[in-house]
């Protein structure tokens, strides 16, 4: 039994070649043959002759197909990188224009102007009272604050007169945010030492 | 003088071949142009008649 060689087998994938033959007319006259061949997807190869010449042009056409460099037709929708503009249908410039001007408006509603923190309509209503220094405050029985506690206070409400701007100069200075705490520790300091006389006193009694 | 059909980015010497003709054996080599937009084009002597796809119905080509 001869050994029969294995067909080369190409490592791709080819094609099959379609040879499409016409012959016209049909009937009557001199006929004509026209033979078309290409792979799948590819531009045809054409061979025109006589009728007689059939064969050898069947030949032609396989051959020369077979010989030439492939011919895939690739149209103007297969490129790749066309940008899809059925996306970007809605995404137009004046989109961008009116993002913008929202952001300026977040923008300058987060903006705090320096008017708007010493307006004082602007802030929550504050009992105003005419007490401006210490010696103003009335005097409460039991209050052990010495004279010394006095002097710091009045040197720690200097120190902070000194710092403020001259926008909050015209306010009283317990409408502003570091006097009320300074104000607000005195007042807890006073009740503190209120606080501890009574319990002296306390056991004092007891 | 010559006459040539294009499709996509190809061009094939249409030789003695007749508009109808051509349109016949482009529709047997690629399908979607079994109705095809044909553009006649002359320039320099030669005819190009440039081959594309009607566009169809969405779902027409399964």
Known sequence: ?206 | MANFIKYGDRKLDMGALTLEQAKQLMARHFPELADPEVKKEDKNGDTTYTFTKKAGRKGSDR
Not at chain 1, 24 to 32: A, D, S, T, V
């Open chain 1, 1 to 206: 039994m001869p050994n029969k060689k294995p067909v080369n087998k190409t490592t791709d994938d080819p094609k099959p070649i379609t040879l499409i033959v016409t012959i016209y007319p049909p009937k009557k006259g001199q006929r004509h043959v026209m033979v078309s061949g290409a792979p799948e997807g590819e531009m045809p190869l054409l061979f025109t002759g006589i009728f007689q010449e059939r064969h050898a042009l069947l030949d032609q056409a396989f051959a020369g197909v077979l010989k030439r460099e492939p011919q895939i037709v690739t149209l103007k929708d297969d490129k790749p990188g066309k940008p899809d503009k059925a996306k970007s249908i809605t995404g137009d410039a004046s989109d961008d224009e009116t993002e913008e001007a929202e952001s300026k408006e977040a923008a300058s509603d987060q903006l705090v102007t320096v008017a708007e923190v010493s307006e004082p309509d602007s802030a929550e209503s504050v009992p105003v009272s005419p007490i401006t220094s210490a010696d103003d405050l009335p005097v409460i029985d039991g209050d052990t604050a010495t004279s010394d506690d006095v002097q710091r206070f009045e040197a720690a409400l200097e120190d902070i007169k000194a710092e403020q701007p001259a926008a909050l100069e015209g306010v009283p200075y317990y409408k502003t945010p570091a006097k009320k705490i300074a104000y607000g520790t005195f007042e807890k300091l006073k009740a503190e030492q209120a606080d501890a006389a009574d319990e002296s006193e306390d056991n004092d009694n007891g």
